[in-house]
């Protein structure tokens, strides 16, 4: 006897809010699940923009974000974009260069770019007929009652939109998170180090590294250090940590050059001095905050994953990849619980 038709399964709705590298990653592994899936980002297109702004140029992508790139396919595109640093090369204040291998022979971490990355992962997730991409999307409040969230575009005008899931994946200072905050017995904190960040760059010297390229370069100097990454374009991408305090010592090109031959002399004739001189007063020093919060989620209405979770600071080099890690941790609770999260909150 042929089976009565069915109308179609209504599909869970899941709206991932932030498109950076949590968000889109994230996306398709909720997309991989066959859930019709909603991504809405405040930024413009990265992928057609001219200038893309994030928060670094480069980072460290370790074994557990490898794993959950695996899991959506990815990893092996990734990988082939990133350079291996197989061990952290030491500077001294003399030169001396002293390896610190990562792990055991063959073992190495992921010098990968920010932006590209997050570019693949965008194009990867709008792969997937059941999922949309929409920029210029500021969410501005949503209501745990009903899952609506009101987004603000940048011609002012407002949209309402529902759905079953909300992931707030918008980030440290995440606007999912505020719901979170009016609510009882939710723990919350927000800590600021006394150190900023500034980037500087080091160019290829006759076309090549201008040092060995596959290190994760750092010289250590107590209270502050600066650390190294390489690029595919044989430049590396120098970030110099210091307590503020220390950067507002620094006012004029003199004084820069002063500071560099005091604690990174073997970094001046790498970086040129004129680049230096310009290049420190480019940008001011970058602010780090940590977060910590739990509950991560409200009933089954909306999760918080990626630094809105949990951020923190840059120089241990895992923000991104536990940011990573939740995609999987939540995608093994979902197979858990049959992907009824009614019933993860009443365990
Ligand atoms: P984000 O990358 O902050 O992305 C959030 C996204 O949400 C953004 O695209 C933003 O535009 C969007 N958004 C924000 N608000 C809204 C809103 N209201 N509506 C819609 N969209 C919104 N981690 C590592 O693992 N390894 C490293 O080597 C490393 N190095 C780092 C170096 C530096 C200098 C810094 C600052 C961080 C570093 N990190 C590193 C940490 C890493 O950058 C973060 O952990 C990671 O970016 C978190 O990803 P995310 O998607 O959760 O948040």
Not at 8 to 22: D, H, N, Q, S, Y
Not at 33 to 58: L, P, T, W
Not at 76 to 84: D, R, Y
Request: with cysteine; proline share 5%; aromatic share 10%.
């Amino acid at each position: 006897m042929e089976e009565p038709a069915r109308g179609p399964r209504k599909k869970t709705v899941v709206a991932v809010v932030g498109g950076g590298l949590v968000g889109s990653l994230n996306a398709c592994f909720f997309a991989k699940r066959g859930f019709d899936v909603e991504v809405f980002e405040i930024r413009e297109d990265i992928r057609q923009a001219k200038i893309v702004r994030g928060r670094s140029i480069n980072l460290a992508l370790s074994h557990r974000g490898r794993q959950a790139l695996k899991h959506v396919g990815m990893e092996e595109k990734v990988v082939s974009q990133g350079i291996p640093m197989n061990a952290r090369m030491i500077h001294s204040i003399s030169g001396k260069q002293s390896p610190i291998p990562y792990g055991k022979k063959g073992q190495y971490i992921l010098s990968v770019d920010r932006a590209n990355l997050n570019k693949e992962l965008l194009t990867a997730a709008e792969a997937y007929p059941n999922t949309k991409l929409n920029f210029d999307h500021k969410l501005q409040d949503w209501s745990a009652e009903t899952g609506q969230m009101t987004f603000v575009r940048l011609d002012g005008s407002k949209e309402h939109i529902k759905a079953d899931l909300i992931v707030g994946c918008d980030g440290a200072f995440s606007a999912v998170r505020k719901q979170f905050l009016r609510r009882s017995r939710f723990n919350y904190s927000q800590t600021y180090i006394p150190h900023g960040y500034m980037e500087l760059t080091m160019l290829p010297i006759n076309g090549e590294f201008a040092m060995k390229p596959n290190y994760l370069h750092i010289w250590p100097r107590n209270t502050f250090m600066m650390i190294a990454l390489p690029n595919l374009d044989k430049t590396f991408t120098c970030t110099l940590f210091m307590p503020f305090d220390d950067f507002e010592k620094i006012t004029t090109e003199d004084e820069v050059i002063k500071f560099f031959q005091e604690y990174f002399p073997d970094t001046i004739p790498l970086i040129g001095v004129d680049t230096l001189k310009r290049d420190y007063f480019r940008l001011p020093a970058q602010a780090m905050v940590s977060v910590k919060c739990s509950p991560h989620h409200i009933n089954d209405k909306c999760v918080l994953m990626g630094d809105a979770a949990h951020a923190v600071v840059p120089f241990y080099g895992q923000g991104m990849n536990a940011g990573f890690e939740d995609c999987i941790v939540f995608d093994e609770i979902m197979n858990q619980f049959n992907e009824d999260l009614s019933k993860y909150i009443f365990r």
